[in-house]
């Protein structure tokens, strides 16, 4: 189930990769659909526009398909 790069956290719960994380939201490109996380830790996907800096916390990029 899980990737070379990717692993179960210590609680079983979820799979994490230790090597991919969160960018600040200074380096978040903008009017196109990023990976955005909240204050509240909670991640949806959006756009962010420049605004919204004290709720947005990080974001990411989304994850692409593997060449076949």
Known sequence: MTTLESKL???AT???DP????QPMSTCPRGVKVQLLGSGGVATYGQFDGN???WWR???PLPTM???
């Open 19 to 22: 090597d991919y994380r969160w």
């Open 52 to 54: 919204g800096h004290t």
């Open 58 to 60: 990080m974001w990411a």
């Open 9 to 11: 956290n210590r609680d």
């Open 14 to 16: 979820v799979v994490v």
């Open 66 to 68: 593997p060449k076949t």
